[in-house]
């Protein structure tokens, strides 16, 4: 991507290039060794003809000091604006150029690891005056102080219009330094994206090791950039680049074990102590021996990088999973590019052809990267989804719960309007029973008044629509119950010659007010009602209902009548049978002689109802019997 990108801006901003002359390209040279003899060779030195590209070591194997090459070329006339030369895959110390006689310029490579790195071009431009028309020579001088340290040699080198030239060294430059930066900024983001993963979900120890790995790399790489133009620590320069070169290796092994599944302690532990020994024992030895080293280095590294590709495939969990595969070849690539590198130092790569050890970078960043990245989204994957089943087991248990309090809460209304019922059988039974037996008794006694039998069936329809009364939802309006007793009552009681007075304020709401409780209170004020008119004799009935405070509601029923008898109070039935509904419904039932005589009957009504359980009641049991 990268090469793409700098080709497409070269395009955009060397258009002009584009018509200039292509540059003459020099595939053929003279060679001379002059050992520490640094002066330009004579015309009748001994000469070798070569072909470029050319290495030393394949013709003067071992030799160290001066080299020279010649180019001998023909120019029909002498060309207009800048010109340039470009050499490609240049191995040795320094190189210089002379044009004619004139030194053009040259590069020298003075930091530790000596041209080992990327493979990096030599850009020269000159004005088109040291050209001549006819016979031109240009001589490339190249020195090694060590014999081991390069596989010495130079590639082929263009020479033209500068702006053609230019365009051929930039994209050495792409395949060099551009590339090597663009690793160092992939690498460094790989680390920092993984760890803010990492601090997200930390049990994960394999994304925390390609972290730590990813972010020592860029460490080293910086640190040995940084210190490169420097002469006070060599020494650490060459671990750096040692580490820079093949730091990446060991990690990459484990990186890819861990995927699969395979935990090696004591075959990690051995890694992390080859990874030491490499990195110091560069450290040791002569510069002489350094080529040997560096071709041990990238042997090692690539049968390290072979087995661990092996392993993987071999311990991984079959069915072969994508993340597995993509490890081992991963390594398998890696290990390539090492084994390239080691070639090299055999003579069977060029000395002109690219470095290709650094791109082991973005192949380990992206190959075990996303493999790793595909581990981290397969655990939230599988973790979702168990939120899903879990969430969908919740769901079933609280859809069962409900159905479950559902059919519960249907039962205990369908419970509680059978003991409803029953209450109101046995109030019904008490109540409109009683009265249908009196008149049946009345009949029986002979011939009946029937003025007074025609009471008599009214005192039953009124107990009946009374009954029908408390069936009728109240929504908790305790006024409203009571303005149907009134309507109910009203016409009964002043038909006996009984005034009644009503004294009823707005009041609030009544919880659990239901049919049964309706019914209760009803039966309650009835029998005071009816105390008031058969016993007491009285010529003046007032009910009043007013709210006491916040929980209460106080309902009385006064009458001016001749009082009663508390000792024969106690034993009666009616007056237990209203004491006992009281209760039921966790209300307060007061009996009291008036200050003006008569009676006071208070009920106190609680805001909030108790719920009332099935009662037996005696006096329907009587009736029933009756």
Not at 66 to 92: C, H, K, M, N
Not at 500 to 526: G, Y
Request: aromatic letters at 10%; a neutral charge.
């Amino acid at each position: 991507m990268v090469r793409a990108l700098a080709a497409g801006m070269l395009i955009v901003f060397a258009l002009p290039a584009a018509v200039a002359a292509q540059p003459a390209v020099f595939r053929k040279a003279e060679f001379i060794l002059t050992g520490n003899d640094w002066r330009r060779p004579s015309d009748h030195a001994k000469w070798t003809a070569v072909t470029l590209p050319h290495a030393w070591y394949r013709t003067h194997p071992g030799a160290k000091g001066f080299g020279w090459y010649r180019i001998d070329f023909e120019l029909q006339r002498v060309p207009t604006g800048a010109q340039g030369i470009e050499l490609d895959g240049w191995r040795s110390d320094w190189v210089e150029f002379y044009l004619n006689g004139t030194l053009v310029g040259g590069s020298r490579e003075v930091t530790a690891g000596g041209g080992l790195g990327l493979n990096t071009s030599v850009f020269l431009t000159f004005p088109s005056t040291l050209l001549l028309a006819g016979r031109n020579e240009l001589l490339a001088q190249m020195y090694t102080s060590h014999a081991r340290l390069n596989i010495q040699g130079l590639g082929r080198v263009r020479l033209g219009d500068a702006r053609a030239v230019r365009l051929r060294s930039i994209e050495a430059q792409e395949w060099g330094f551009y590339a090597e930066r663009s690793f160092f900024a992939m690498t460094f983001a790989a680390g920092l994206i993984s760890l803010f993963v990492w601090l997200a979900r930390r049990s994960d120890r394999v994304l925390l090791w390609y972290c730590i790995s990813c972010l020592s790399w860029v460490a080293a790489g910086a640190a040995w950039n940084i210190l490169r133009w420097s002469h006070y620590v060599p020494h650490l320069q060459i671990v750096l680049i040692t580490y820079r070169v093949y730091g990446l290796a060991v990690p990459a092994v484990i990186l890819a074990l861990r995927i699969a599944g395979l935990r090696m302690r004591l075959f990690e532990g051995l890694l992390w102590l080859f990874l030491a020994a490499e990195v110091t024992g560069s450290l040791w030895g002569s510069p002489d021996n350094l080529m040997i080293r560096l071709m041990a280095y990238d042997s090692i590294n690539g049968i390290l990088l072979l087995s661990g590709a092996a392993l993987t495939l071999y311990g991984a969990r079959r069915p072969l999973r994508w993340p597995d595969v993509t490890a081992s070849v991963s390594l398998g690539m890696m290990s390539a590019l090492m084994f390239y590198e080691a070639g090299r130092y055999f003579g069977w790569i060029d000395v002109e052809a690219p470095v290709l050890r650094p791109f082991h970078v973005p192949v380990l960043i992206f190959a075990i990267g996303a493999a790793i990245y595909d581990r981290h989204v397969r655990a939230i994957w599988r973790m979702e989804r168990s939120n899903a089943e879990l969430q969908e087991r919740v769901d079933e248990k609280a859809h069962e719960i409900e159905a479950y309090h559902a059919e519960r809460e249907q039962r205990l209304r369908q419970e509680a309007l059978i003991r409803d019922r029953q209450r109101i059988l046995a109030d019904m039974h008490d109540g409109l029973g009683a009265s249908l037996v009196g008149l049946l008794r009345y009949a029986q006694a002979g011939a009946p008044d029937a003025h007074n039998l025609e009471l008599r069936v009214k005192e039953a329809l009124q107990e009946l629509r009374i009954a029908i009364d408390a069936l009728e939802p109240a929504e908790g309006d305790l006024g409203s119950v009571l303005g149907k007793l009134r309507y109910r009552l009203e016409p009964l009681v002043e038909s006996a010659g009984v005034r009644l007075a009503w004294d009823v304020d707005e009041l609030p709401p009544v919880q659990a007010l239901e049919p049964s409780a309706v019914f209760a209170i009803q039966r309650i004020l009835l029998e005071a009602v009816s105390n008031a008119m058969q016993h007491a004799g009285a010529q003046r009935i007032r009910i009043a209902a007013h709210a006491i405070a916040d929980a209460a509601i106080r309902i009385t029923v006064e009458d001016d009548g001749k009082g009663f008898d508390h000792g024969l109070s106690s034993a009666g039935l009616g007056l237990a049978s209203m004491r006992r509904r009281a209760e039921a419904l966790g209300a307060s039932l007061e009996i009291a002689a008036g200050a003006g005589g008569g009676t006071v009957v208070a009920l106190t009504v609680p805001r909030s109802l108790a719920k009332q359980a099935p009662t037996a009641y005696p006096e329907a049991e009587a009736a029933l019997r009756a």
